[in-house]
T-cell receptor
């Protein structure tokens, strides 16, 4: 079965600074990869997904993620963080018949 | 477009009582998921339906939990009898046909507190 790891439980960045959230997965083939964001009191919202093709994918709210097969990673990036980006971020990995969510990374944005 | 609709948004009840959570998926979505989210255990998949049929209920914690999907536009998650350790946020999500290759659309959740 595949697994997904988000090594950082909590990250704090200053507003305007760049952001990278890490996601590593374990699976024998290329899985389907997703990033979701959860704002307080709300459900998860899809930011972006990767199935195949260009390894750099663009999502909503100015986020992008890069799939690196050699590192089994799918890190989420944003060049300039806004205060409204403070939330919890989940990486998810899908393989036939299975879907796994990471434990999440909580992002705090300092003014 | 209406998203996934869950009710109630909050539920507070005493242990031993029956609790019923409701979900209306997005029209046209064939797959429906129930999740539980807690600080200790994170997001856990409880059960997954495809075309109204339960496919994987291995995440249902015990016999006190049951879920039904009588039609394509409605699902319930029932806990009977409820216990304090069932306190959590319960999410319903839906997606187009498929499980691992389709993004899921989540409702805003039901925050359940069992006293």
């Amino acid at each position: 079965a595949q697994s997904v790891t988000q090594p950082d439980i909590h990250i704090t960045v200053s507003e305007g600074a760049s952001l990278e959230l890490r996601c590593n997965y374990s699976y024998g083939a290329t899985p389907y990869l997703f990033w979701y964001v959860q704002s307080p009191g709300q459900g998860l919202q899809l930011l972006l997904k990767y199935f195949s093709g260009d390894t750099l994918v663009q999502g909503i709210k100015g986020f992008e993620a890069e799939f690196k097969r050699s590192q089994s990673s799918f890190n989420l990036r944003k060049p300039s963080v806004h205060w409204s980006d403070a939330a919890e971020y989940f990486c998810a990995v899908g393989a036939p018949g299975d879907m796994r969510f990471g434990a999440g990374t909580r992002l705090t944005v300092k003014p | 477009d209406a998203g996934v609709i869950q009710s109630p948004r909050h539920e507070v009840t005493e242990m031993g009582q029956e609790v019923t959570l409701r979900c209306k998926p997005i029209s046209g979505h064939n797959s429906l998921f129930w999740y539980r989210q807690t600080m200790m255990r994170g997001l856990e998949l409880l059960i997954y339906f495809n075309n109204n049929v339960p496919i994987d209920d291995s995440g249902m914690p015990e016999d006190r939990f049951s879920a039904k999907m009588p039609n394509a536009s409605f699902s319930t998650l029932k806990i009977q009898p409820s216990e304090p350790r069932d306190s959590a946020v319960y999410f319903c999500a839906s997606s187009r046909q498929g499980y691992s290759n389709q993004p899921q659309h989540f409702g805003d959740g039901t925050r359940l507190s069992i006293l």
